[in-house]
């Protein structure tokens, strides 16, 4: 994806976002809610066409040979099209034909992702009587049928139970054996497991990108350390104040009898845990606790995307909202 930008009327929902999705990874998309995930997910399906930039799946430019690119893709939308008055074995025969695969195999690929996706045992079922979950892995099979090398997948977890979730993820983690995988969620542990890549978007921009244990190292910065000294907090203060190198040292509450807490923190090549430990030792202040307060990549991801609040929707355009397009389900 080169410099993509789309605009909806005079709001920017993708604002020059450039990345690469190498080859057999599981790629997480993450953001907060109106982040421009599902935006940018129907741009690489070549569902929307962008207001400038370029998108090549597998080598093949989208939005000039949508065609053959739509072949490499399987998509997963948030709220995945199915007919509910179909059976699920009706409903995959129907999205098989509509990705033109050829008669013969039809039969086989049915079968096949209807194993892959545990939806064997309720072929027969129809859809409008299959739990949310299920319904989930339906939409699921009907993008593997064509068994495209890309598989797209909008916050496939969504609405499902825990349960259901570990399932999903289980599944998704199978399927990255055989397919590239680029899945979108706003919610960092449901990625976090299973993605190799992360690439975090805010207000339609890129903040942050890697794998997610060198996300959180290269991130989480100097850790803050909290300790908790027996003594009257104005003279550890005084004390604590003079080490070299601290940025900020507030006192809070602490529950036990004469004793005090601080949060330090220093610039960012310094340690002060034992350069701590010495003042306390040197002054006969006992150090009763001493902590690291390390940014998990939870943290990292809300401190990234605090500012988020989801704009209300130009009424003029032709938005609809969730609700609505779940009623047309
Ligand atoms: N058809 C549209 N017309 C106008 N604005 C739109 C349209 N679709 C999306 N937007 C706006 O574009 C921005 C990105 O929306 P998008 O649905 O891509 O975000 P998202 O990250 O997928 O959010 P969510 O997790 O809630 O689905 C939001 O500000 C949204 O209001």
């Not at 034992?274 to 401190?303: H, M, N, S, W, Y």
């Amino acid at each position: 994806m080169r410099d993509l930008v789309k605009q909806y009327g005079n709001r920017l929902a993708v604002d020059h976002l450039s990345f690469t999705v190498p080859d057999g990874q599981i790629f997480g998309f993450l953001g907060p809610n109106g982040a421009g995930k599902s935006t940018t997910m129907n741009l690489m399906t070549g569902y929307l066409g962008p207001t400038s930039g370029e998108i090549l799946v597998d080598g093949i430019p989208v939005t000039k040979e949508p065609e053959k690119a739509k072949r490499c893709i399987g998509y997963l939308p948030e709220l995945p099209p199915l007919y509910m008055d179909m059976t699920v074995e009706e409903y995959l025969r129907f999205a098989a034909q509509l990705k033109k695969v050829p008669k013969s195999e039809r039969e086989a690929q049915v079968d096949r992702v209807a194993g892959m996706t545990g939806v064997d045992q309720v072929l027969g079922r129809l859809i409008r009587n299959l739990s949310k979950g299920y319904r989930q892995r339906v939409g699921l099979a009907q993008a593997l049928l064509g068994f495209p090398k890309v598989l797209i997948l909008d916050e496939p977890t969504v609405g499902l139970d825990p349960k259901q979730i570990l399932e999903m993820r289980t599944l998704i983690s199978q399927l990255a054996q055989e397919h590239t995988v680029i899945l979108s969620s706003h919610i960092l542990s449901e990625v976090q497991e299973v993605c190799d890549h992360l690439l975090i978007i805010h207000h339609g921009k890129k903040v942050a990108a890697g794998e997610p244990a060198e996300l959180e190292r290269s991130l989480s910065g100097n850790p803050a350390l909290e300790i908790v000294v027996r003594g009257e907090g104005e003279a550890v203060q005084s004390q604590l104040a003079l080490l070299s190198g601290i940025t900020s040292l507030t006192q809070h509450d602490c529950p036990e009898a004469n004793c005090c807490a601080f949060r330090l923190e220093s610039t960012p090549d310094q340690d002060l845990r034992e350069a701590v430990f010495q003042t306390c030792a040197r002054q006969g202040l006992p150090l009763l606790e001493l902590r690291r307060d390390t940014l998990t990549l939870e943290d990292i991801f809300l401190k990234l995307t605090s500012d988020d609040v989801e704009e209300e929707r130009d009424e003029s355009s032709q938005t609809r909202s969730k609700e609505e397009k779940e009623a047309e389900q």
